[in-house]
């Protein structure tokens, strides 16, 4: 089948090349020119594990071509709307500029029987809006909302094998000829029995923010934990175990640290309370905004923890710190907490220097004002205090023995309790971690 997926971020460039790897045909169109001429040479614009290896391939099939032009989505059968909703300037809601534009940009180029599907997280009722208008202005599209699940660093993975495919459409119902054009697309993934839900556009779009409020709100739990081991002396840890061998809470999710950010969690919690407020339905959604001050108050304590093991005072202390992304395996800096309490040392006068794998050039363009160095090594030479704020694999195997020659004060700060406390206390370090004892 011929497909078009607008937009070619995180989502939508891996969508593109895996619907090639479903069998497709398909085109990816952005307004970036860079991004778009970087796609087109089999360069991913971005760090995510596996898409380098799927956008070869996909390029050398012949069946996928990036562009800048909407006019090469002609044709193409589906239409796939993967833009970004970010959160607008000073207000919670969810900036709808790009999906709007994306849908009037498709209108110069789909035709009757055309289906446009959306992907993109949106406030609920955004697919009715959409449909109506292309109704209006192209009678006989059909329009479906099909949210994505993707989490970053398992970006190919998740959009290959997905836990579910769950489509909005207007007949809420296998019936409606949109279900039946999206099983083809998905019919690969679908032959290996993957659950299906088809439903009405509202409860579509709810499903991903619902999902991503109740991941926020687990994490959110585990962390008021943590506050509430660290007034007790009890450990969060072996609590999250504890509680995570009941089957029915879970033990994935439960990890207690500096919290969740990313371009997605954060902003899509504030959005749905946003479009809540605007049903008359806030009441329920109130919840939500503990879960983010929860949250919030994570980064500030990590940022007293380094204060209090700098013997009170962080002015001009030296501080290593290990991560910049929002998360390991990928180098997204939307959001991060880690750079956030970066930032938040170097304002009350420490000397930071910032380390990451995959995210340095991001954060050197976004916050050039603070120190990078290439290697843990490099960051941590001559250091008061290590926070290790990003778990990325390379962390968490440190040799604490050999890491101790290199800074001036062995104290080390666990933010996402990723390191093995006994193997850094045995080294002679000071550790420290959220919502757990000292070591
Ligand atoms: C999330 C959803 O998981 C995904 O389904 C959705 O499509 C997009 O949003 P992503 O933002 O890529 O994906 O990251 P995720 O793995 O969910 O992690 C989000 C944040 O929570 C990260 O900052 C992570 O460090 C933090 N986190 C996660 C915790 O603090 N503790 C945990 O136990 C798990």
Not at 46 to 75: C, H, I, N, W
Not at 247 to 258: D, H, M, P, V, Y
Request: negative net charge; proline residues 4%; aromatic residues 8%.
């Amino acid at each position: 089948m011929r497909i078009s997926v607008i937009g070619c971020g995180y989502l939508g460039a891996v969508h593109a090349a895996s619907l090639v790897e479903l069998g497709h045909e398909v085109v990816g169109v952005d307004v970036d020119e860079r991004k778009v001429a970087s796609l087109r040479q089999g360069r991913s614009p971005f760090y995510e594990p596996g898409f380098q290896d799927l956008l070869s391939q996909s390029l050398k099939s012949g069946r996928l071509a990036f562009s800048t032009d909407v006019a090469v989505a002609a044709g193409a059968r589906v239409h796939f709307i993967c833009v970004g909703t970010p959160q607008k300037h000073g207000e919670y809601a969810a900036d709808l500029r790009f999906v709007q534009a994306a849908a009037e940009s498709l209108l110069l180029v789909v035709e009757p029987g055309d289906v446009v599907v959306g992907k993109s997280t949106v406030p609920v009722g955004t697919a009715a809006g959409l449909s109506q208008m292309f109704a209006e202005k192209v009678p006989g599209t059909l329009l479906a909302w099909n949210p994505e699940f993707l989490r970053e660093g398992f970006a190919v993975r998740d959009t290959l094998h997905p836990d579910r495919l769950v489509y909005g459409v207007e007949q809420a119902s296998e019936a409606d000829p949109a279900a039946a054009v999206l099983d083809e697309v998905y019919a690969r993934i679908l032959a290996r029995g993957v659950p299906k839900v088809v439903t009405d556009y509202a409860t579509a779009e709810m499903v991903k923010t619902a999902a991503n409020s109740f991941l926020a709100t687990k994490i959110s739990f585990i962390n008021a934990m943590a506050e509430l081991c660290e007034a007790t002396g009890a450990d969060v840890k072996q609590l999250a175990d504890a509680i995570g061998y009941d089957e029915r809470i879970g033990r994935r999710f439960l990890n207690a640290g500096l919290g969740f950010g990313g371009g997605c969690l954060p902003k899509d919690i504030r959005a749905f309370m946003a479009r809540a407020g605007e049903l008359g339905a806030d009441q329920a959604l109130t919840f939500l905004r503990e879960v983010d001050s929860i949250n919030m108050r994570r980064r500030i304590r990590m940022v007293e923890l380094a204060r209090e093991v700098c013997d009170g005072s962080l002015l001009g202390k030296r501080v290593a710190v290990l991560g910049a992304a929002f998360k390991p395996d990928s180098d997204d800096i939307r959001d991060s907490p880690a750079l956030n309490v970066a930032q938040q040392l170097q304002l009350q006068g420490a000397v930071v220097r910032v380390t990451d794998p995959a995210a340095i050039e991001n954060s050197r363009r976004e916050w050039p004002h603070l120190d990078y160095a290439t290697t843990p090594e490099e960051a941590a030479e001559g250091a008061d205090a290590v926070l290790v704020l990003t778990e990325w694999k390379q962390y968490r195997e440190l040799d604490p023995v050999a890491f101790g020659e290199v800074v001036r004060q062995k104290r080390v700060l666990d933010g996402r309790n990723a390191l093995s406390r006994t193997a850094w206390t045995e080294a002679g370090w000071t550790y420290r971690a959220l919502g757990r004892r000292a070591g």
